[in-house]
């Protein structure tokens, strides 16, 4: 009622007199104070268990033992390499975990781990291209930590290397009709069961992005052309 603002009141007639006048009423009321705080517990759960996962995607044990092994051939053909391969691994390691400080990140820090992500694997496997393309007006934007990562390592992973060329993957970040548009394209042709059920990085970012923006980001995998296809992702600001 207007004097308990912060309660649910439920009330129902147990008894009623032969007039049908109510003898006994029995309420029950219900705090919406303590519906608020388990709803704000359960989501910042959600939001500890999110930085579990992207620091867990980022140091796992897969991208380390390349990492090493990389780093040992490194040392025998090119020690000059190896040390630059050293610094790169340790800004990304410590930028990694750096990141978790906070559940949303600017474009700018993602794109700065992006990038040191790519020189780092560029060292050791220089199978691809990597540019580019980010609106200085978008540099400030929060996001999930992962989110453009997880794109370029989705595309790093499927993309299709013809005739040994190497993989050419195209990062483009900007504003428009009041959203934030990532697009992530590389060539290849959609797997339509992947598009159906995806999983790894793609489905954990889908996760992330609808615990903190909901039903205002979306994350898609398209056919952008003939032979390229393109991870959308649009979130309303």
Same mark, same amino acid.
């Given at each position: 009622?207007?004097?308990?603002?912060?309660?649910?009141?439920?009330?129902?007639? !147990?008894?009623?007199?032969?007039?049908? @006048?109510?003898?006994?009423?029995?309420?029950?009321?219900?705090?919406?104070? *303590?519906?608020?705080?388990?709803?704000?517990? $359960?989501?910042?759960? @959600?939001? @500890?268990? *999110?930085?579990?996962?992207?620091?867990?995607?980022?140091?796992?044990?897969? &991208? &380390?033992?390349?990492?090493?092994?990389?780093?040992?051939? =490194?040392?025998?053909?090119?020690? !000059?390499?190896?040390?630059?391969? !050293?610094?790169?691994?340790?800004?990304?390691?410590?930028?990694?975990?750096?990141?978790?400080?906070?559940?949303?990140?600017?474009?700018?820090? $993602?794109?700065?781990?992006?990038?040191?992500?790519?020189?780092?694997?560029?060292?050791?496997?220089?199978?691809?291209?990597?540019?580019?393309?980010?609106?200085?007006?978008?540099?400030?934007? #929060?996001? #999930?930590? *992962?989110?453009?990562?997880?794109?370029? $390592?989705?595309?790093?992973?499927?993309?299709?290397?013809?005739?040994?060329?190497?993989?050419?993957?195209?990062?483009?970040?900007?504003?428009?009709?009041?959203?934030?548009?990532? =697009?992530?394209?590389? #060539?290849?042709?959609?797997?339509?069961?992947?598009?159906?059920?995806?999983?790894?990085?793609?489905? *954990?970012?889908?996760?992330?992005? %609808?615990?903190?923006? $909901?039903?205002? %980001?979306?994350?898609?995998?398209?056919? %952008?052309? %003939?032979?390229?296809? @393109?991870?959308?992702?649009?979130?309303?600001?």
């Amino acid at each position: 009622d207007a004097d308990h603002p912060s309660y649910l009141s439920h009330w129902t007639t !147990t008894e009623v007199s032969a007039s049908g @006048a109510p003898q006994q009423v029995i309420g029950i009321l219900h705090s919406l104070g *303590m519906e608020e705080k388990v709803a704000a517990a $359960e989501k910042s759960a @959600a939001v @500890a268990q *999110m930085e579990i996962e992207n620091l867990r995607s980022r140091l796992n044990p897969h &991208l &380390l033992f390349n990492c090493l092994t990389g780093l040992r051939t =490194l040392i025998l053909k090119n020690p !000059t390499q190896a040390r630059k391969f !050293t610094e790169k691994l340790a800004q990304f390691l410590r930028a990694a975990v750096d990141t978790q400080n906070a559940p949303l990140i600017t474009i700018q820090e $993602e794109i700065d781990l992006c990038r040191s992500y790519l020189d780092l694997r560029r060292l050791s496997k220089s199978d691809f291209v990597a540019s580019f393309q980010v609106d200085s007006n978008c540099l400030n934007v #929060p996001v #999930p930590p *992962m989110t453009i990562h997880s794109l370029i $390592e989705n595309a790093l992973k499927h993309g299709s290397r013809v005739n040994r060329k190497k993989l050419n993957i195209f990062i483009s970040v900007h504003l428009h009709d009041q959203k934030l548009v990532i =697009l992530v394209t590389h #060539p290849g042709s959609l797997n339509l069961a992947r598009v159906d059920k995806p999983n790894g990085g793609i489905a *954990m970012t889908r996760k992330h992005l %609808a615990l903190f923006f $909901e039903k205002r %980001a979306s994350l898609h995998l398209l056919q %952008a052309s %003939a032979r390229k296809i @393109a991870a959308r992702v649009e979130i309303q600001t």
